[in-house]
């Protein structure tokens, strides 16, 4: 059963959506398990780097972000070669996270715990994707 959600379209007009009842909308991304560890990782990857530190953390922050853009964006691609480059720069750029973090645990910037947390995760991500790769070559 769908019910008739409000929304409005671009030019600001009233519209209705159908939503089906109980059942919560999910993006092919939300269906990953890679999505989901990458989105972890980027959370708290982002609480790991201090404030004064600012080219590394704005270098952590963007690519972590990046990987979890690049799978939510190869999940959303219809076409093999589209999903295998999405997933390819999302594994390069959980590589660079991973490097920052070895560099903020290096530097004893961050708790050493905390930092071998988040670089699990991204070994992890890295390793998910070159499964996934793997299946769709």
Do not use: F
Request: aromatic share 2%; with cysteine; net charge positive.
């Amino acid at each position: 059963m769908t019910t008739a959600a409000p929304g409005l379209t671009p030019a600001g007009m009233a519209m209705h959506v159908l939503v089906p009842r109980g059942a919560p909308a999910t993006l092919d991304a939300e269906k990953l398990d890679v999505y989901r560890v990458a989105l972890e990782a980027q959370a708290q990857a982002s609480a790991l780097v201090p404030d004064d530190r600012r080219v590394l953390r704005d270098q952590l922050e963007r690519a972590s972000l990046s990987t979890v853009l690049n799978i939510a964006e190869g999940a959303g691609r219809r076409s093999r070669k589209d999903k295998r480059r999405h997933y390819a720069v999302a594994r390069g750029s959980a590589m660079e996270s991973a490097a920052v973090v070895d560099v903020v645990a290096r530097r004893n910037l961050a708790d050493a715990t905390a930092c071998a947390t988040v670089r699990a995760l991204y070994v992890r991500v890295v390793q998910m994707l070159t499964k996934l790769d793997a299946a769709l070559a």
